[in-house]
């Protein structure tokens, strides 16, 4: 009941942040003008930022399957794209996409992966992934290019925070990861401390199997830990991931006729705007992303191609997201809840 409303709440906060979105940008523009322009665009661009997409999705698939079989767990991959779906749906409608990792792992434990098994192989992802934003950013902060840098302006402070904000929880799940005892305490701690205001048999039922799933997960930690070659590889994808991604928005520049700016530096940019909003409490960093992109792109594309251009950029890549990660989560549920109602 308390998930339910939990997700209720959620789903009311992106309506309201999406409300806002569209209010500020739309507000003062020609809508006419503004489909003019979309309507002259090549909308063959747009069905390849589509496929984007779906790569970036199926990307995180592969890297979930990689780790799972690593740890000698046998899945389908087909379920590993089914809980890449979930979680990139969750994590869109979910500030600072929070509510991905934890969906993920009850719809694969349905799915007979146990909770200390999900447990680090998506703290595995969600590090990878947050250490190629790192990348992006560090990179930008060393070498400086006058190309990106010229652009960002006054976008820079959010960029610091959010390389700030990034560093700080990469930081904690590495911790986490090579310190699987700080795990241990801290979540035997959680029931500790419930056990003192509850007094109940089934929570005392619930404690000894996470003493027990914790471990299970020190062992899965150290494995991993030991397979260095694993990390790199799974960063290595991540990268590729992430900027495939970024790289649609240098596909919609391309279908409106602009060509001034290479895409190695739209993609950049992209994914600064990525690392500024990535742990900020919003979902899918509504609203801010919208105002980082008129800040940075507008001086490169004009007035009139702005909004156009950002209409069609986050259009692809974060509401067609959201549409297909709907989609396909429904599917996993009839899959793997359904399947369980019939039992």
């Not at 999705?57 to 389908?76: F, G, M, P, Q």
């Not at 070659?229 to 900027?243: D, N, P, S």
């Amino acid at each position: 009941m308390a998930s339910r409303k939990k997700n209720i709440m959620n789903i009311l906060f992106m309506i309201i942040c999406f409300a806002l979105t569209m209010y500020y940008v739309f507000h003062d523009q020609d809508l006419e003008k503004t489909l003019h322009y979309m309507k002259r665009a090549n909308s063959l661009y747009w069905l390849l930022g589509i496929a984007c997409v779906i790569c970036f999705i199926l990307s995180e698939s592969a890297i979930i399957y990689y780790i799972l079989n690593t740890l000698k767990h046998k899945v389908k991959f087909s379920h590993c794209c089914l809980y890449s779906f979930v979680g990139f749906f969750f994590s869109c409608i979910t500030p600072s996409a929070s509510g991905g990792q934890p969906v993920q792992a009850v719809f694969m434990k349905k799915d007979g992966i146990p909770y200390h098994v999900s447990t680090i192989v998506l703290l595995m992802v969600t590090i990878a992934y947050k250490m190629v934003l790192l990348l992006y950013g560090v990179i930008v902060l060393l070498f400086q290019p006058d190309s990106v840098l010229g652009y960002i302006g006054s976008a820079m402070a959010w960029v610091y925070l959010g390389i700030f904000l990034n560093l700080i929880v990469v930081g904690f799940m590495i911790l986490l990861s090579v310190k699987p005892t700080i795990m241990k305490i801290l979540v035997m701690g959680i029931f500790n401390f419930l056990s003192r205001i509850i007094k109940s048999r089934r929570l005392l039922r619930m404690k000894a199997k996470a003493e027990n799933a914790m471990e299970a997960y020190g062992v899965k930690s150290e494995f991993l830990l030991t397979h260095k070659k694993t990390m790199m590889k799974i960063l290595a994808i991540t990268f590729v991931q992430r900027t495939i991604l970024f790289f649609i928005t240098y596909l919609v520049f391309v279908s409106f006729g602009y060509r001034g700016l290479g895409p190695a530096d739209v993609t950049v940019l992209q994914g600064l705007i990525s690392v500024a909003v990535d742990m900020l409490p919003l979902p899918g960093g509504m609203g801010i992303s919208e105002h980082l992109f008129m800040v940075i792109f507008k001086p490169l594309l004009g007035a009139d191609f702005t909004v156009p251009a950002m209409i069609v950029s986050r259009g692809i890549s974060y509401y067609t997201q959201l549409i297909i990660s709907a989609i396909l989560t429904g599917i996993a549920y009839v899959r793997f809840f359904g399947r369980k109602e019939k039992e």
